[in-house]
C-alpha cells in the first residue's frame, strides 16, 4: 500500500505517526522542529488523512503498511514516533521489525487492553449529515450539538472534513478518514500489545491523562526494557498541549 506522507530536512531518518482521527497535517510544525538534524517523514495511516481506505483496520496491517514504507524508502536505523493509535502501530511494527529501528517514542500509550471509548464521538460522526451541509461553520455547529465534548475535540475532528469532488462534477463535504470502517473495527483499537522489543524507548505521557499510570509501568518494562518513563503537564494531547516540552524532551532522548 503507497501511504501518503510528507518529509522535511535531512540527517537521520525519523518517522512520525498520529493517531486515531488524526492525519500528518497534525505534526507539521513539530517535523520542522526535528528537521534540523534528521530526515523526518510524516506518514498518513490507512484509513486516514490522504492513504488509501481499506475494508479493515488493524495494527498487525498498520505495521505491515509502515514495512512497506520503510523498503520503499530504504529506511533502516530510524527513531520510531508514534501517538495513541500511531504508538500501537509503532509498537507492533518494533516487535516484528526491531532491527530496523534506533529508537522507539511512544506518546501517551501503554501495552494494555483500553475499552471502547470513542463510540459516542464515532456515533455523533455518523450522525452529521455532511451530504446535506452547505458550509464548514454549519458543520462545526451541527457536532457541537450532536457532541458534547472539549472544544479542542471538536476542532480536531473539524479538520479532517472536506470537500470532496463528485462524479458529475459537484462537490459535498465529507469525511477524509474512512469513518463506517474505524467504527466497525473500533474494538480493534483497544487490543494490547503481545510482543516487545529490547529498542530503546522513550515512554512520554501527560500527567493529566488516563492512558497511563503508574501502575502500567510494569507491564510496559516486561515487554520493553530498554524503557525510560518521561511526563509533561498534560493531557492525552502531549505534543499539542507542550510543543516545546515535547520537542526537547524527544531532542534529549534521541541525541
Known amino acids: 500500500m503507497k501511504l501518503n506522507f510528507k518529509e522535511y530536512g535531512e540527517g537521520k531518518p525519523m ?18 522542529a526535528f528537521a534540523d538534524k534528521h530526515h523526518v517523514y510524516l506518514v498518513d495511516q490507512r484509513n486516514h488523512g490522504q492513504s488509501p481506505h481499506t475494508d479493515t483496520h488493524t495494527y498487525e496491517e498498520m505495521a505491515e503498511d509502515l514495512f512497506g514504507f520503510f523498503e520503499e524508502h530504504k529506511l533502516k536505523d530510524v527513531v520510531l514516533i508514534g501517538h495513541s493509535m500511531g504508538g500501537k502501530t509503532a509498537m507492533t ?80 463535504y465529507a469525511w477524509r478518514f474512512n469513518l463506517d470502517v474505524l467504527a466497525e473495527d473500533i474494538e480493534e483499537m483497544g487490543l494490547p500489545i503481545l510482543k516487545g522489543s529490547e529498542v530503546e524507548t522513550l515512554f512520554l505521557y501527560g500527567t493529566q491523562s488516563k492512558y497511563v499510570v503508574e ?14 518513563f518521561k511526563t509533561l503537564n498534560t493531557g492525552h494531547w502531549v505534543h499539542a498541549q507542550d510543543p516545546e516540552g515535547f520537542i526537547q524532551t524527544v531532542k534529549d532522548f534521541i541525541h
Do not use: C
Open 15 to 32: 518517522v512520525i505517526l498520529h493517531g486515531l482521527f488524526g492525519s500528518l497535517d497534525n505534526w507539521f510544525s513539530l517535523a520542522k
Open 93 to 172: 511494527f518494533a516487535g516484528k521489525h526491531a532491527n530496523l529501528l534506533e529508537k522507539l517514542v511512544i506518546v501517551d500509550m501503554g501495552v494494555k487492553q483500553y475499552p471502547v471509548h470513542h463510540d459516542l464521538i464515532i456515533r455523533a460522526m455518523q450522525a452529521l449529515d455532511l451530504a446535506n451541509i452547505s458550509s464548514r461553520s454549519e458543520a462545526e455547529e451541527e457536532l457541537r450539538h450532536l457532541l458534547d465534548e472539549e472544544e479542542s475535540t471538536i476542532q480536531f475532528l473539524l479538520k479532517n472534513i472536506y470537500r470532496k469532488k463528485m462524479v458529475d462534477g459537484s462537490a459535498e
Open 215 to 228: 501502575e502500567d509501568k510494569t507491564e510496559i518494562l516486561n515487554l520493553f526494557p530498554n524503557t525510560i
